[in-house]
């Protein structure tokens, strides 16, 4: 049986995977880099080959692109901690078989494997090619990064989906960013350098919606004084996004099956017929099914449409992801309205955490920035929070509190730490009661992030508290960097660095 190869410069990492492919009877060999796996490769032979991302020297994706030049029927297994959309679609674009979220389960990683080896003697047929001409992912961080497995296997579909022309149906509750998701299908797949054109059904009126999607001519209807094209037309040769599909007129809608099946249509009031050459992605947040019931939406366009499905979770089943996106939003807010980036403290950012966002991803966009325009200072706290956010971290705390009374009457021993005792313990961070108490709060901290498997965790961590030391420094000496680099114990240049490197004006 030929053998498993892995490479990561994390040891820990190589003897886990060995350790458990052992177990299963795979032969493993093991490689702490790309360039030493690469010595070797011409006079060995291998099964699949699992390797990590980011490593010194040679990077995975770049390993990979140099073994499918080699062995283009080699199943290849990504492994990543940071688990964004950029990085994930590059590595099914190169000829990635599937990838693996650090830190993984030990069981599903060995069942992945299993299956990539299977699968080795049909992937020339399976795999992705490299898109030609392809627009490559946008520089920086964005909304498209997540922790949550739900999202995850979003970014598997879109990597697997952006090479492809097929109809995709995106649903998820208002809010949670599916025209992020038609954009990420359209900016890495082969129409990149084409129009990408997006309009809402349920925010145009009805008779004009007609007009809006396949264009009119001049003196087709009262105020129709020139030629105009439609959102057809303007998205020829790339992606046309249609959002709330749900909510077109039933009669509409039978000329958008036929545009869908023929490719062609009539401007309102033409008899020139126009040929275009694109591919649909439409979103709802309503149970089409249940239209179609009812006789709301037609049954056959439904069909059409639902080729390919892709749901979006709402933001309260990935809150892992709340930290990142709410300091992204902070960072956006701050650069639009040209003020300093405002910083959470735990007990903030715990309750940001604690509130289940009807609105989703745009409500905590919203939050973030009432923030930004409201507090008074960097140091975002929990009492500066909006209303509506700060009550239902109240309510919280106190159905918490209710539940540990009726534990104890009850005559359990275990006290649960309730939201209000990690307000008081947060406030100890300014003004500390006991010199232990919070570092009792930075291990519940740096646990529950260890339980929610959130990546980078010593390096948020670290920022936050450097954060917390630098404004109350610079607080306590009322913006006077020398004095506050002299208490602090650092230079001066240290900490203007430090300050630019964080935002803090």
């Known amino acids: 049986m030929k053998p498993v190869w892995i490479v990561d410069d994390d040891q820990s990492i190589r003897w886990v995977l060995e350790k458990a492919l052992a177990r299963a009877d795979i032969p493993t060999r093991s490689f702490a880099s790309a360039q030493d796996m690469l010595d070797v490769l011409p006079d060995s032979q291998l099964s699949v080959l699992v390797t990590d991302i980011r490593m010194p020297g040679k990077d995975g994706l770049t390993l990979l692109q140099e073994i499918k030049l080699s062995h283009p029927n080699l199943p290849v297994i990504i492994m990543t901690a940071f688990t964004d959309l950029n990085s994930t679609v590059a590595a099914f674009q190169k000829g990635a078989f599937d990838y693996l979220a650090k830190p993984f389960d030990i069981n599903t990683a060995v069942a992945l494997i299993q299956r990539a080896s299977r699968a080795g003697t049909v992937l020339a047929e399976t795999v992705m090619p490299e ?30 989906l952006a090479i492809s022309a097929a109809t995709v149906l995106i649903t998820g509750e208002s809010g949670t ?15 990149a350098s084409a129009p990408f054109v997006a309009l809402n059904a349920a925010a145009i009126p009805r008779d004009l919606l007609e007009a809006e999607l396949f264009g009119h001519e001049r003196g087709a209807f009262t105020g129709a004084t020139q030629t105009r094209r439609g959102r057809f037309e303007e998205a020829n040769g790339g992606t046309l996004f249609l959002d709330e599909i749900g909510d077109m007129p039933i009669e509409l809608q039978t000329r958008l ?35 179609v019931e009812q006789g709301l939406f037609r049954k056959d366009l439904y069909h059409r449409l639902n080729v390919i499905r892709l749901r979006l979770p709402p933001l309260h089943e990935r809150k892992e992801d709340i930290p990142a996106l709410a300091e992204l939003f902070l960072q956006n807010s701050a650069r639009s309205l040209g003020v300093g980036v405002r910083h959470l403290t735990p007990a903030a950012m715990r309750a940001l955490m604690a509130f289940d966002y009807p609105g989703n991803i745009r409500q905590l966009e919203n939050f973030c920035h009432w923030l930004t325009v409201m507090s008074s200072g960097q140091l975002v706290d929990y009492k500066d929070l909006p209303p509506e956010v700060a009550e239902a971290a109240g309510r919280s705390a106190a159905q918490g509190e209710q539940v540990t009374t009726t534990r104890a009457g009850a005559g359990d021993t275990h006290r649960s730490a309730t939201f209000g005792e990690h307000e008081r313990a947060v406030n100890a961070i300014v003004s500390p009661k006991s010199p232990e108490s919070w570092l009792s709060l930075l291990a519940d901290e740096a646990g529950a992030r260890l339980g929610r498997n959130e990546p980078a965790v010593m390096a948020t961590l670290q920022r936050q508290f450097e ?21 602090l114990g650092v ?5 203007t660095r430090k300050c630019q490197e964080l935002g803090i004006g």
Not at 469 to 485: D, I, K, M
Not at 491 to 495: D, F, V
């Open 131 to 160: 898109v030609s001409g392809a627009a490559g992912p946008p520089p920086g961080r964005d909304m498209m990064t997540s922790s949550s497995a739900a999202m995850q296997e979003v970014f598997r579909a879109i990597g697997r």
């Open 177 to 191: 960013g599916k025209e992020l998701v038609a954009r990420a299908l359209h900016t890495h797949s082969p129409r």
């Open 491 to 495: 230079g001066r240049n240290t900490l």
């Open 467 to 487: 954060v917390v030391l630098l404004t109350a420094a610079l607080a306590h000496s009322h913006g006077r960097r020398a004095e506050a680099a002299q208490r």
């Open 257 to 291: 099956l036929r545009v869908l099946a023929e490719g062609s249509f009539y401007r309102v009031g033409g008899s020139q017929v126009i040929s275009v050459d694109v591919r649909i992605v439409t979103a709802t947040h309503q149970p089409l099914e249940q239209l």
